[in-house]
């Protein structure tokens, strides 16, 4: 079972940006699919992009759609989310997850411990 640390969250303005890290160990990481997700208070874990295994397909929740980009980089064991003019409404705990490839969090069955991001008006 690979294993996921995020790191890169912080307090940013709006219109600001900050780039995640996601730090795969473990079982090999080109392997899984992934993805991002968060989750703000009193909100249920919500979808916010994805990308296969060969880094070549990826998926983006409408909300965050032009604004922010997954990447991977296999060689070393990393995720990323790269997040541009950021807004508010994108303040939550952010979290990698390794699974499918679905918008649906109960379909990943491996999971960081979060980074949060809050984005200040």
């Known amino acids: 079972q690979v294993q996921l640390v995020e790191s890169g969250g912080g307090l940013v303005q709006a219109g600001g940006s900050l780039r995640l890290s996601c730090a795969a160990s473990?079982?090999?990481?080109?392997?899984?699919?992934m993805a991002w997700f968060r989750q703000a208070p009193g909100n249920e874990r919500e979808f916010v992009a994805a990308i296969k295994w060969t880094g070549d397909s990826t998926s983006y929740a409408d909300s965050v759609k032009g604004r922010f980009t997954i990447s991977r980089d296999n060689a070393k064991n990393t995720l990323y989310l790269q997040m541009n003019s950021l807004k508010p409404e994108d303040t939550a705990v952010y979290y990698c997850?390794?699974?499918?490839?679905?918008?649906?969090?109960?379909?990943?069955?491996?999971w960081g411990q979060g980074t949060q991001v809050t984005v200040s008006s």
């Open positions: 997850a390794a699974g499918s490839m679905s918008t649906s969090y109960k379909t990943y069955y491996t």
């Open positions: 473990g079982r090999t990481f080109s392997g899984y699919n």
